[in-house]
Nanobody
């Protein structure tokens, strides 16, 4: 069992940066791929980024390529999402998740955090 807790969200201006953190407890994140998803009001939850359990490979949604970076520190049981050049359309609740497989599909993820709100104003 894995429990995930996100933090680092907040209210920022367009063009600003935020770094989200996701801390796991109950089980080490070793052997789990990690992903970030987001859900804006009135929209479906969508994939943002994923990273393999080793951290060797990453994958990003086209909408965030070149702006966001996913990383992890397994010694700290923590995954990160560095978000640069934020846009109003990035406004959403951001969720971290853990999976036994490297995937962009939300239903492949077994464990989810409660989410952290990111709001980007003009």
């Amino acid at each position: 069992q894995v429990q995930l807790v996100e933090s680092g969200g907040g209210l920022v201006q367009a063009g600003d940066s935020l770094r989200l953190s996701c801390v796991a407890s109950g089980r080490t994140l070793n052997w789990y791929a990690m992903g970030w998803f987001r859900q804006a009001p009135g929209k479906e939850r969508e994939f943002v980024a994923a990273i393999t359990w080793s951290g060797a490979d990453t994958y990003y949604a086209d909408s965030v390529k070149g702006r966001f970076a996913i990383s992890r520190d397994n010694s700290k049981n923590t995954a990160y999402l560095q978000m640069n050049g934020l846009k109003p359309e990035d406004t959403a609740v951001y969720y971290c998740a853990a999976s036994t497989s490297y995937s962009t599909r939300q239903y492949d993820y077994d464990y989810w955090g409660q989410g952290t709100q990111v709001t980007v104003s003009l």
